[in-house]
C-alpha cells in the first residue's frame, strides 16, 4: 500500500487519515511565545578552545564529577514496557518497533531507535561505556569530555562532549553524524576528529574514514568514500582536491596522514592554499610526517588547538 | 544512513499539511546564530517555525493538560541553553531532544506527586470522538506516537517531521506507515466493540 497521503497529503486522499486530521487539529496549540527573561541567553561568545579553557574546564570537571553519586547502571524507558533499569553486561533490544530513552547515569541522554541493540559494558562515576551491535542512537551528553564511549563493530566512538547520531548497519558499518561538539571515531591508531555539522563513515576491515562537512557538494562525498573504502585511488583523490573548500580543510589535514607519499604532496598544496600553514610548517616537514608541524597546521585552521586535544587524548600524539 | 540536516525542509501544500513558514534549514541556522547573540525577533521566529514539532513531542508523552505550559518551558530552556548548541544548523534536533528531555523530567517528577485524572469533566472542551482518537494514539509505541501526532494534530508532512526532529526520512516513513496500521486496528477494534 502507498501512503503518499499520510506521508505528505499528496496522491489519493486517504479517508481515514483525513477523518484523523479533521478531530484531532483541535488540539493544536494556540499559545504563542513565551516572554523571555531580561538579558542575552549567554553572556559573550561562544567557548573558545583555548588550553586555558581547556584547563579550566577540566578543573570544573573534575569538580562536577566529585560531587555525582556513581550509578548501578542506566535508567531505561523502553516504549510499552514502563521504566526500568539495565546494568553493566545487560542487552537492550529495542525490536522493530521498539524505541527506549535511556539515561546514561547522571551525564546525558540517549534516544534508542527501533532495531537497535546495545548493552552497556561500564557505568562506571567517571566513565560509561556501552556498545552497539547494530542500529541508531541519538546521543546528548552534558558531562565532560571522554566520559562516554560506544564501541561498535568497526570503531570506537567517543564523546568530547556533545549531541551525536550514531548509526549501525547490521553488517558492522558505521555512520557518526555530529549535531554539536566534538566526537572521535578511532580503531587502531586510526583516529578522525568530528566537529558539529560533520559526519564520519567506518567500515570493519578498514576502520573510520575520513570526516567530511555534511553540507560538502555529493561529488566531494562520494570520491572521499571511494578513496577511503573503495581503492579510489588517485582519480578519487583529484575529485576531492578539486571539490574542496576552505571550509573542507579540516578533510584535508585529515589526509595528509593517511595518503601515499606521492598523494600527499598534492594534498599539501591544495591545502596550502585554501588554509596557507603557519611559519615554522615546511613542505618537506609536512611530507615526512612531522608530528609538531601537523599540530600546528591543525591549530591554524580555527577548530580548537591540539594543546586541548591532546588533554583529552593522552596518546594521541604518537602515530 | 546520513542524517537529514543538509535537506531542504520544504512543504506540500495540501489539505491536509499545514504550510510551513520554513524554507530551509539553513535559514534556521541564521535564525539560531542571531538568537544565540541575544535576538529576541530572531528567537520568536524560531518559536514560530518549531512551536508545532515541540507540541506535538510533548504532546506524544505528558498528560494533555499539562503540554501547552511544557511547551512553554522548553522554549525557556532552549533560550537558557542556547550557549551549548555549537553547530547552529542543528538547532531543530538540539531543541527536539529538550523537548523529549523535559517531557521525562515530567515524568520523573510526577513520580513523586499523584497525578491529575487527564479527562476532569469540568475543564473538557474537546469531543469524545477527538479525545478517543487522541488517546488511541498515545496508546501506541512511543516510536509511532511522535511522528503522527506531528503528521495528525500539528499538520506536518513527512519531510519536515524527518528534517525538524533530525531523524531520518526512511524512519519517519516507516513509522508513519506502521503506527496507522496500529491505529486502524485499534479504531476498528474500538469501533466493532
Same mark, same amino acid.
Given at each position: 500500500?502507498?501512503?503518499?497521503?499520510?506521508?505528505? +497529503?499528496?496522491?489519493?486522499?486517504?479517508?481515514?487519515?483525513?477523518?484523523?486530521?479533521?478531530?484531532?487539529?483541535?488540539?493544536?496549540?494556540?499559545?504563542?511565545?513565551?516572554?523571555?527573561?531580561?538579558?542575552? *541567553?549567554?553572556? /559573550?561568545?561562544?567557548?573558545?578552545?583555548?588550553?586555558?579553557?581547556?584547563?579550566?574546564?577540566?578543573?570544573?570537571?573534575?569538580?562536577?564529577?566529585?560531587?555525582?553519586s556513581a550509578p548501578e547502571g542506566w535508567?531505561?524507558?523502553?516504549?510499552?514496557? +514502563?521504566?526500568?533499569?539495565?546494568?553493566?553486561?545487560?542487552?537492550?533490544?529495542?525490536?522493530?518497533?521498539?524505541?527506549?530513552?535511556?539515561?546514561?547515569?547522571?551525564?546525558?541522554?540517549?534516544?534508542?531507535?527501533?532495531?537497535?541493540?546495545?548493552?552497556?559494558?561500564?557505568?562506571?562515576?567517571?566513565?560509561?561505556?556501552?556498545?552497539?551491535?547494530?542500529?541508531?542512537?541519538?546521543?546528548?551528553?552534558?558531562?565532560?569530555?571522554?566520559?562516554?564511549?560506544?564501541?561498535?563493530?568497526?570503531?570506537?566512538?567517543?564523546?568530547?562532549?556533545?549531541?551525536?547520531?550514531?548509526?549501525?548497519?547490521?553488517?558492522?558499518? +558505521?555512520?557518526?553524524?555530529?549535531?554539536? +561538539?566534538?566526537?572521535?571515531?578511532?580503531?587502531?591508531?586510526?583516529?578522525?576528529?568530528?566537529?558539529?555539522?560533520?559526519?564520519?563513515?567506518?567500515? *570493519?576491515?578498514?576502520?573510520?574514514?575520513?570526516?567530511?562537512?555534511?553540507?560538502?557538494?555529493?561529488?566531494?562525498?562520494?570520491?572521499?568514500?571511494?578513496?577511503?573504502?573503495?581503492? /579510489?585511488?588517485?582519480?578519487?583523490?583529484?575529485?576531492?582536491?578539486?571539490?574542496?573548500?576552505?571550509?573542507?580543510?579540516?578533510?584535508?589535514?585529515?589526509?595528509?596522514?593517511?595518503?601515499?607519499?606521492?598523494?600527499?604532496?598534492?594534498?599539501?598544496?591544495?591545502?596550502?592554499?585554501?588554509?596557507?600553514?603557519?611559519?615554522?610548517?615546511?613542505?618537506?616537514?609536512?611530507?615526512?610526517?612531522?608530528?609538531?608541524?601537523?599540530?600546528?597546521?591543525?591549530?591554524?585552521?580555527?577548530?580548537?588547538?591540539?594543546?586541548?586535544?591532546?588533554?583529552?587524548?593522552?596518546?594521541?600524539?604518537?602515530? | 544512513?546520513?542524517?537529514?540536516?543538509?535537506?531542504?525542509?520544504?512543504?506540500?501544500?495540501?489539505?491536509?499539511?499545514?504550510?510551513?513558514?520554513?524554507?530551509?534549514?539553513? =535559514?534556521?541556522?541564521?535564525?539560531?546564530?542571531?538568537?544565540?547573540?541575544? !535576538?529576541?525577533?530572531?528567537?520568536?521566529?524560531?518559536? &514560530?517555525?518549531?512551536?508545532?514539532?515541540?507540541?506535538?513531542?510533548?504532546?506524544?508523552?505528558?498528560?494533555?493538560?499539562?503540554?501547552? =505550559?511544557?511547551?512553554?518551558?522548553?522554549?525557556?530552556?532552549?533560550?537558557?541553553?542556547?550557549?551549548?548548541?555549537? &553547530? &547552529?544548523?542543528?538547532?531543530?534536533?538540539?531543541?527536539?531532544?529538550?523537548?523529549?528531555?523535559?517531557?521525562? &523530567?515530567?515524568?520523573?517528577?510526577?513520580?513523586?506527586?499523584?497525578?491529575?485524572?487527564?479527562?476532569?469533566?469540568?475543564?473538557?472542551?474537546?469531543?469524545?470522538?477527538?479525545?478517543?482518537?487522541?488517546?488511541?494514539?498515545?496508546?501506541?509505541?512511543?516510536?509511532?506516537?511522535?511522528?503522527?501526532?506531528?503528521?495528525?494534530?500539528?499538520?506536518?508532512?513527512?519531510?519536515?517531521?524527518?528534517?525538524?526532529?533530525?531523524?531520518?526520512?526512511?524512519?519517519?516513513?516507516v513509522n508513519l506507515h506502521r503506527g496507522?496500521?496500529?491505529?486502524?486496528?485499534?479504531?476498528?477494534?474500538?469501533?466493532? !466493540?
Open positions: 500500500m502507498r501512503d503518499d497521503y499520510l506521508w505528505d +497529503g499528496s496522491g489519493e486522499p486517504d479517508p481515514e487519515v483525513q477523518r484523523l486530521e479533521r478531530l484531532l487539529s483541535e488540539f493544536r496549540s494556540t499559545r504563542t511565545a513565551p516572554g523571555l527573561p531580561a538579558g542575552k *541567553p549567554i553572556a /559573550g561568545a561562544r567557548v573558545r578552545w583555548t588550553a586555558i579553557a581547556a584547563t579550566l574546564a577540566l578543573a570544573a570537571a573534575g569538580a562536577w564529577l566529585a560531587t555525582r535508567e531505561v524507558d523502553l516504549a510499552g514496557s +514502563g521504566p526500568s533499569r539495565l546494568t553493566v553486561g545487560e542487552t537492550l533490544d529495542t525490536g522493530p518497533a521498539g524505541h527506549a530513552t535511556v539515561n546514561v547515569g547522571h551525564i546525558g541522554v540517549l534516544d534508542v531507535e527501533p532495531n537497535s541493540r546495545l548493552r552497556i559494558e561500564q557505568a562506571r562515576r567517571h566513565e560509561h561505556r556501552m556498545s552497539l551491535e547494530h542500529g541508531l542512537i541519538h546521543a546528548f551528553i552534558w558531562a565532560p569530555p571522554r566520559s562516554f564511549v560506544v564501541d561498535t563493530p568497526s570503531a570506537v566512538t567517543t564523546d568530547l562532549g556533545c549531541y551525536y547520531t550514531l548509526d549501525v548497519s547490521p553488517d558492522g558499518a +558505521g555512520l557518526v553524524s555530529v549535531l554539536a +561538539g566534538w566526537v572521535s571515531f578511532e580503531r587502531d591508531g586510526r583516529e578522525s576528529f568530528i566537529p558539529a555539522g560533520a559526519a564520519c563513515q567506518t567500515r *570493519p576491515s578498514v576502520g573510520p574514514g575520513t570526516p567530511y562537512r555534511k553540507d560538502a557538494s555529493p561529488a566531494f562525498r562520494q570520491a572521499l568514500q571511494d578513496l577511503d573504502f573503495a581503492q /579510489g585511488g588517485d582519480s578519487a583523490l583529484k575529485i576531492v582536491l578539486t571539490e574542496a573548500t576552505r571550509d573542507d580543510a579540516f578533510t584535508l589535514w585529515h589526509l595528509l596522514t593517511r595518503c601515499t607519499p606521492t598523494q600527499r604532496l598534492r594534498v599539501y598544496d591544495t591545502l596550502a592554499a585554501l588554509a596557507p600553514p603557519p611559519a615554522g610548517v615546511s613542505r618537506e616537514g609536512i611530507l615526512h610526517g612531522d608530528r609538531l608541524m601537523l599540530d600546528r597546521w591543525w591549530d591554524q585552521l580555527g577548530l580548537g588547538t591540539t594543546t586541548w586535544w591532546r588533554r583529552l587524548e593522552g596518546k594521541w600524539a604518537e602515530k | 544512513m546520513d542524517t537529514v540536516f543538509a535537506l531542504t525542509a520544504g512543504y506540500l501544500t495540501s489539505a491536509s499539511v499545514t504550510p510551513s513558514p520554513v524554507v530551509s534549514i539553513s =535559514d534556521d541556522a541564521e535564525l539560531a546564530r542571531a538568537a544565540r547573540h541575544g !535576538s529576541r525577533s530572531a528567537f520568536g521566529r524560531l518559536y &514560530d517555525r518549531y512551536a508545532r514539532m515541540v507540541h506535538g513531542i510533548v504532546l506524544a508523552r505528558v498528560p494533555r493538560t499539562e503540554v501547552d =505550559d511544557l511547551v512553554q518551558d522548553v522554549f525557556l530552556a532552549a533560550w537558557r541553553q542556547l550557549s551549548t548548541l555549537r &553547530d &547552529d544548523g542543528a538547532f531543530g534536533g538540539w531543541l527536539a531532544m529538550i523537548a523529549r528531555n523535559r517531557a521525562h &523530567d515530567y515524568h520523573r517528577r510526577s513520580r513523586e506527586f499523584a497525578e491529575l485524572p487527564e479527562n476532569l469533566p469540568a475543564a473538557e472542551r474537546h469531543s469524545p470522538e477527538a479525545l478517543a482518537a487522541l488517546e488511541a494514539i498515545r496508546a501506541l509505541p512511543e516510536a509511532y506516537r511522535e511522528p503522527l501526532l506531528l503528521r495528525l494534530v500539528e499538520g506536518m508532512s513527512g519531510e519536515e517531521i524527518a528534517a525538524r526532529t533530525g531523524m531520518t526520512p526512511a524512519s519517519v516513513r496507522m496500521k496500529q491505529l486502524r486496528q485499534i479504531l476498528n477494534s474500538e469501533g466493532r !466493540s
